[in-house]
Structure formats: C-alpha cells, structure tokens
C-alpha cells in the first residue's frame, strides 16, 4: 500500500478482499514508516482476488477509530505483496 496522507505512528491497517469481517492481513504503522512516508506491504494470494479489488480500513488515534477506508485495484508483485 502506498503511503498515504496523515500516515501516523501506530496506525493499524486492515487488508480485505470478499469477506469485510476477517482480514487477509494487517499492518502496525512504525514511527521509521510514517517519518519517512513508506509504502506499507500487505500480502494475499492472487487466488483470492476474484474481481481484483481490495478494501483497506485504517484505524489510528486513542479510541482506535476507523480514519479512512479505501477501495483499490492493487499492483501485484512476484512475492505476493502489493502496493
């Protein structure tokens, strides 16, 4: 996942693909990661990619409150990560 706007120390993102309940994987934000605005790597099994669109959900602050979701189309590399 690319770095994003207001990427924050802590922030915790979710991957999802069909099922939003069960995430594929997840990611805590490191203070190296949001200082120095790094891509985040997540990983799926292309198999598991049906239509080719995931869901991100990203939590962050003190109460751990959903800060944004995105829908996206991911660029797919030979390892299974994506961003």
Known sequence: MRAYAGQLEG???ELFCTDLLVPVDFHTVTEQEA???KPIPLHICASRLPDGTVRFRVFGGVLARPRCELNKKP???RSGAFY
């Open 11 to 13: 922030d915790f993102i």
């Open 35 to 37: 200082r120095e605005e």
């Open 75 to 77: 660029r797919i590399l």
